[in-house]
């Protein structure tokens, strides 16, 4: 996106899915372990409004300031050829119904019974964009946006890599958030 290249997803770029921040979800089970009477339920994060991969791909666009790119959608034999050689492919044929059809979570009950509000859609998308733009913009490797999941490129670890790799610090707050509520 930032090189201004085309951008690959899965499945389907123009089916409506609620994209959950890491953030939200850490914010979502130390509300959860705090209350006894949320003890025993099934939570669906607070999520901003559905939007396509398209919609994201174009919003993340906007906020970083390029022009939008093609959007092209990885049918499910395309991720079934390609998990051959890429472990990591490989294990996206199991989340393909995500993205292949409308995906809409309905989160009301944690909003009301939690009093959690999902992040506004700014400032994840930003948080998606800075370890970019603190590396000036290099685009090494690929980002998928739905994990906040990085790749170093090729050559190994560089530190411009290992700075791409902090994007999954969200990861690592939502393991010290549950730390924190569990103690």
Known sequence: LLAGKGVRVLGNPDVAHSWTYTHDAARTLVAAAASEQAWGKAWHTPSNPPR??????????????VDMVPVKGMSRGM??????????????KETYHQFDAPFVLDDSA???????????????????????EQMGRQPWGWVISVGMTTRSNS?????????????????????CAIAAALS
């Open 155 to 175: 050559s190994g670890s560089t530190p411009s890599a290992r700075a791409a790799s902090r994007s999954g610090r969200s990861s690592r707050v939502a393991r």
């Open 52 to 65: 396509t991969q398209r919609e994201a791909i174009g919003d993340l666009a906007q906020i970083a300031g």
């Open 79 to 92: 991720i079934t050829g390609v998990g051959l050689f890429v472990p990591m492919v490989r294990e996206l």
């Open 110 to 132: 944690a909003r009301t019974e939690l009093g959690i509000e999902p992040t506004d859609w700014k400032i994840v998308l930003n948080d998606h964009l800075s370890p970019f």
